[in-house]
């Protein structure tokens, strides 16, 4: 199993008038990217991908605490990228791919300037390439025909 067979997508936030709530989006993708900018959060999320884990066992490679491990499981139960079900002691974690997709799409939006600076980029490689195949091309000099023995 893998993130796309298990994807649960949040519902979009909408205001009591019936608008975006904008700001609480922001909010939420800035949440989303804080617990993305720690590498222990998001190899607790790969750990996850397809399946729901005990904390023992998400904290097992890594060379900190438990609870330490926790606080990590924390932050990312707050930017809505696991949950979290308690059962007495035993907290089981999964993961919810929903905020990852708003924030896939956030980046999205950018990938166009990208996609022009390649564009920019193969125009001035082909010109390169031209430039290099009329220098080493010898001009106005006639190809000498092979002798027959």
């Avoid at 922001?26 to 989303?32: F, K, N, S, W």
């Avoid at 023992?56 to 990228?81: N, T, Y």
Wanted: glycine share 4%; with cysteine; proline share 4%.
């Amino acid at each position: 199993m893998n993130i796309a067979s298990t994807l649960r997508i949040s519902p979009q936030s909408v205001a009591a008038d019936g608008s975006d709530a904008e700001g609480a989006d922001e909010a939420r993708l800035d949440l989303v990217f804080q617990a993305l900018s720690d590498p222990i959060r998001r190899s607790i999320l790969q750990q996850l991908d397809g399946q729901a884990l005990l904390v023992s066992e998400l904290a097992a490679p890594f060379d900190i605490s438990l609870q330490g491990v926790s606080r990590h499981i924390q932050v990312l139960v707050r930017a809505g990228l696991v949950q979290q079900e308690r059962s007495g002691r035993i907290s089981r974690c999964s993961l919810d791919v929903g905020p990852l997709l708003d924030a896939a799409l956030w980046l999205n939006r950018y990938t166009k300037y990208w996609q022009e600076q390649f564009d920019v980029l193969s125009a001035t490689l082909a010109q390169i390439d031209e430039r290099r195949a009329a220098e080493t091309t010898p001009s106005n000099k006639r190809a000498r025909p092979a002798r027959r023995k």
